[in-house]
């Protein structure tokens, strides 16, 4: 059983930075990836960012190369997601996602949060 509480969304302008965190509770593992899924109304959800826990793998969306960059925190068993240069197409719901191993389709993913949503105006 695993918990992801979401925070750190809210409304900037083009340009601006905004810091998501994903706090993993519950049942732990040893072996288990974490990441992002983001979606905007009428559009199909879309992989961000995968993390695997231990390695420190990671694995970027090509629409966030170079602007997003995600970390961890063992102790906490927390994941963040640092977004930069922020644009108006990054608003959207975004959804923190727990599984075994780094998962493309986000239909593969078991554990989610109940998403944070990032508005960014022009």
């Known amino acids: 059983q695993v918990q992801l509480v979401e925070s750190g969304g809210g409304l900037v302008q083009a340009g601006a930075s905004l810091r998501l965190s994903c706090a993993a509770t519950?049942?732990?593992?040893?072996?288990?990836?974490m990441g992002w899924f983001r979606q905007a109304p009428g559009k199909e959800r879309e992989f961000v960012v995968g993390i695997s826990w231990s390695s420190g793998y990671t694995y970027y969306g090509d629409s966030v190369k170079g602007r997003f960059t995600i970390s961890r925190d063992n102790a906490k068993n927390t994941v963040y997601l640092q977004m930069d240069s922020l644009k108006p197409e990054d608003t959207a719901v975004y959804y923190c996602?727990?599984?075994?191993?780094?998962?493309?389709?986000?239909?593969?993913?078991?554990?989610w949060g109940q998403g944070t949503q990032v508005t960014v105006s022009s």
């Open positions: 996602v727990l599984d075994i191993r780094i998962y493309m389709d986000w239909r593969q993913w078991r554990y």
């Open positions: 519950g049942r732990t593992f040893s072996n288990y990836a």
